[in-house]
């Protein structure tokens, strides 16, 4: 059974950082892509940022670029999402999913066929 599943979530204050996890199993971890998205309220799931487990190579959306820094720790089927410096405008459910037949590194969510349930980022002012 495939599973990802997110932590790390909470309330923070504008500046400060928190860092997610997606702790995966049931496909094979080293030879896939991961992507963080989100979805503030009331607005369309957007993706953050991805990695190639194969091959470490990353993709930031512009609005991240510079903040968040996304990782895999493949000895422990897990990614994490590193965010710094984060913003009211950050607030919203993240989400990490597996595309299990990577052909390019993008976030498009179509390609993404496992998702896990979210963990709520709230970033006060």
């Known amino acids: 059974e495939v599973q990802l599943v997110e932590s790390g979530g909470g309330l923070v204050q504008a500046g400060g950082s928190l860092r997610l996890s997606c702790a995966a199993s049931?496909?094979?971890?080293?030879?896939?892509?991961i992507g963080w998205f989100r979805q503030a309220p009331g607005k369309e799931r957007e993706g953050v940022s991805g990695?190639?487990?194969?091959?470490?190579?990353?993709y930031y959306a512009d609005s991240v670029k510079g903040r968040f820094t996304i990782s895999s720790d493949n000895a422990k089927n897990t990614v994490y999402l590193q965010m710094n410096s984060l913003k009211p405008e950050d607030t919203a459910v993240y989400y990490c999913?597996?595309?299990?037949?990577?052909?390019?590194?993008?976030?498009?969510?179509?390609?993404?066929?496992?998702w896990g349930q979210g963990t709520q980022v709230t970033v006060s002012s």
């Open positions: 999913a597996a595309d299990t037949d990577p052909i390019a590194l993008a976030l498009v969510e179509i390609e993404y066929n496992y």
């Open positions: 049931g496909f094979r971890f080293d030879d896939c892509a």
């Open positions: 990695i190639s487990t194969s091959d470490g190579r990353t």
